[in-house]
């Protein structure tokens, strides 16, 4: 083998000079980017402009597509070229974010004034996305060119763009208050906003209301801006003080209910017709919800929804009876699916000066009139020295006219025309270069006329242009005569301009018995000995007929109505409560309780019973200790229950029964009886209680209130009722260890049903 040749090392380059290097604690760098980084979220992305009420990409996205000249009037363009428009020269992130941004400008049922027009699928109320920006097109809408009015007249300032190769606005001239007209959301970072729609001409009412009044107050501006007027309608349940607060702080809220009526079907039954649904709830989820709910047994009144909508909304509830009152069973819907919403307001913006704050309803129309004011000033600055430019061109010209063959002679025969010109009749030289550049037929008599027409007019238009600069009433004049002007094109009767959402006071719901409801059927619960729950309609009398699954057997059947609450006692202490209408119908062998109520798995079900209020019961755990305890303390609110009987570790709860009595019987696992008063045990919301019964073996098997006058009783395997002679021997006081029970008491040493 050969060997092979050693390469000599190459030469080293000379070394690169070391980056410097910082030394600073972790925790202040880590402070400072993240600092940063937040304020680039806030400013950059997240919070509009309280002036044209934009966020960057949507005021970059409008721009740009002024740029591309797609002019309301004009053709449409693929919106494909418009987010790669934006995304080159404008707004450098991802192409679906910018599209995103687009989309939501077009829907009709996003905002309340559209500002791109969009021509293909740009998604729908039922959630669906839009198509890829590829198949569709766009170009501007009135409203759009409207904020974009005057950006050419160095109306607003501009900046460089990301790349310093181009120029784009820092805010738009924004010729209507689009902050509240279209509303924004957005999260920051530490900080977020949340601003409803409102109707264009109520704003524009309340603007020139304040530029009447200055220091008109909150209260004053309601008058004209009633509430939000979302662009899918419904109805504002919002009483007038929490809207006042609302508008007064710039933080607060309002419950948005979708909007219905009812159609008489004939034979006494009717359905219920929603025919706009709250902002921002999707159509299809909200079906689906609501088919949910039906199922589930929670909207007990519903007997099916439809949804029929075609370009308007229509969604059917039929309702099971039409006894049923319809106001009522909406109340019970609202409740219970986005039917009804909450849009929070968080008036959360950037200022003039680029810091966010939280404003009310007068700062912010205040801020708008203001940016106004300084477009205006600034376009009659730049119209005054566009005219001064003129001017100078036309007295040039004027003075060629007066001295017209000299003007000839110079150009034909002096070798530096221009600068003869200038020192000749004492013209700037733009002027001596306008008069060079004139054509031949502009040396005609009826060209001068015209130039002299001109001049008059454009000094006329000076002079008023100076006196509006100066002076600051004629500037509010100015800007409120545009502003009657736009509130034209947002005429309240036109379809654009008409107000959607109604504003009502909040209804008195605690006035509304949801009980009417459901409908009063007789039902038996039947609870197996292994926890599986089910009704069976009619109250059962042949409880042999009941089938349980291979294994099981019956525990409790209970005859209720289908209106009642079922309330259940564990041996965990803890008391649960069900509706009866909620629980599993009797085809098949039910539910698990434990599905139903968080009970653990080594838990049981005591005791059983309908929900009556006002009465007491014994309540009492295996190691003797028990209280009274008022059933309306017991009732429970949550799956989770209440605990009410404390059970000592290594116990458990073995007694819940009435105390309709005087007396009370108790007798325990080693078959000792006793009988004490009642008014011996404490009356209770909460405990572990007093002891009842001492125990040297086992502990209470079980306890009864009973009557003095009607006697003690038991009930015997065969469902007879036996009665307990010489009870009274029994008689001792509590916390006795008692005494042997009477024969023929049931070796279960249970009492038995009452």
């Known amino acids: 083998m050969a060997r092979s040749k050693t390469k000599k ?101 996003s905002v309340r004034v559209p500002l791109v027009d969009g021509q293909g699928n740009f998604g729908n109320i039922d959630g669906d996305n839009a198509a890829a920006m590829r198949y ?67 704003l524009i009412d309340a603007s020139l209301h304040l530029i009447k009044m200055p220091k008109a107050r909150t209260e004053t501006l309601l008058n004209y801006v009633k509430g939000p007027d979302f662009p899918t309608g419904g109805v504002c349940v919002e009483d007038a003080a929490s809207m006042e607060e609302a508008y007064a702080t710039g933080r607060g809220g309002f419950r948005m209910r979708a909007r219905w009526e009812t159609e008489d079907l004939g034979r006494g039954r009717y359905q219920i017709v929603i025919t706009e649904i709250p902002y921002q709830v999707q159509k299809s989820k909200l079906i689906e919800k609501i088919a949910e709910l039906i199922l589930a047994k929670k909207l007990p009144a519903i007997a099916d929804i439809r949804d029929e909508s075609a370009e308007d909304i229509r969604l059917i509830l039929e309702p099971r009876s039409g006894t049923i009152d319809a106001a009522a069973l909406m109340e019970n819907v609202y409740k219970l699916t986005d039917l009804e919403t909450r849009f929070s307001l968080n008036l959360n913006v950037l200022g003039a000066d680029g810091a966010p704050r939280v404003m009310g309803l007068r700062d912010v ?61 004492k013209l700037m030289e733009v002027q001596a270069e306008a008069i060079l550049n004139m054509r031949l037929r502009s040396l005609r008599k009826l060209e001068e006329m015209e130039i002299k ?110 209106t009642d609450k079922l309330m259940l006692f564990a041996t965990n202490g803890k008391f649960y409560t069900l509706d009866v209408n909620a629980l599993p119908g009797g085809r098949g062998h039910g539910e698990p309780i434990r599905l139903m109520v968080d009970m653990g798995n080594d838990d049981d079900v005591v005791a059983a019973f309908v929900y009556e209020g006002a009465r007491k019961f014994l309540v009492a755990s295996s190691s003797g200790h028990g209280f009274i305890a008022a059933e309306d303390d017991c009732l429970s609110n949550t799956r989770k229950g209440k605990q009410v009987l404390n059970v000592p570790a290594g116990a458990e709860a073995v007694v819940c029964r009435p105390a309709v009595g005087d007396m009370i019987a108790s007798i325990g696992d080693n078959k000792k009886f006793i009988v004490f008063p009642v008014a011996d045990l404490p009356e209770m919301t909460r405990g572990k209680g007093v002891v009842m019964q001492k125990f040297q073996k086992g502990g209470l098997s079980d306890a009864k209130v009973f009557s003095k006058k009607e006697g003690l009783t038991w009930t015997d395997r065969s469902g007879r009722t036996q009665t307990v002679d010489g009870w009274k021997s029994y008689a001792g006081k509590r916390a006795q260890a008692g005494r042997i029970a009477p024969k023929g008491f049931p070796t279960s040493k249970k009492f038995g049903e009452d």
């Open 9 to 109: 090392p190459a030469k080293s380059a000379k070394p690169e000079k070391p980056e410097e290097i910082f030394l600073e604690p972790f925790d202040e760098a880590l402070s400072q980017r993240y600092l940063a980084y937040a304020l680039s979220t806030i400013t950059a992305r997240a919070l509009p402009d309280v002036r044209d009420g934009l966020k960057p990409v949507h005021r970059r996205i409008l721009y740009a597509m002024r740029q591309m000249k797609l002019n309301p009037n004009g053709g449409f363009k693929k919106s494909a070229k418009v987010v790669g428009e934006v995304m080159g020269n404008f707004h450098p992130h991802g192409d679906q974010a910018i599209y995103d941004a687009m989309v939501r400008l077009v829907q009709d049922f």
């Open 136 to 202: 569709t097109e766009s170009r501007l809408t009135a409203a759009a060119q409207l904020l974009l009015d005057g950006i050419d007249e160095d109306t607003v300032d501009f900046r460089e763009t990301y790349d310093g190769d181009g120029k784009e606005p820092v805010v738009l001239p924004a010729a209507f208050p689009n902050l509240l007209a279209n509303g924004a959301n957005g999260i920051a970072v530490g900080m977020a906003t949340s601003i409803p729609p409102h109707n264009v001409a109520e």
């Open 365 to 425: 129309l205040q801020a708008y009139l203001d940016h106004r004011k300084e477009v205006l000033v600034r376009g009659a600055k730049f119209r005054l020295e566009k005219i001064a430019r003129r001017l100078e061109i036309l007295d040039g010209f004027l003075i060629a006219y007066l001295n017209l063959d000299e003007v000839i002679r110079i150009i034909r025969y002096e070798d530096e025309p221009k600068t003869q010109l200038m020192k000749t009749f």
């Open 453 to 562: 027409t001109e001049h008059k007019g454009l000094k006329a238009e000076q002079k008023k242009l100076r006196a509006l600069v100066k002076s600051d009433d004629a500037q509010w004049a100015k800007i409120t005569e545009q502003l009657r002007d736009v509130r034209k094109i947002f005429d309240p009767k036109s379809d654009l301009g008409r107000r959607r959402t109604d504003i009502t006071d909040a209804p008195d719901i605690d006035e509304i018995d949801l009980d009417i409801l459901i409908e009063k059927e007789p039902v038996t619960v039947v609870l197996s000995e292994k926890g599986w729950v089910r009704t069976m309609k009619g109250h059962v009398e042949d409880l042999k007929s009941i089938k349980y699954k291979d294994g099981d057997r019956e525990g409790l059947v209970i005859p209720v109505q289908t």
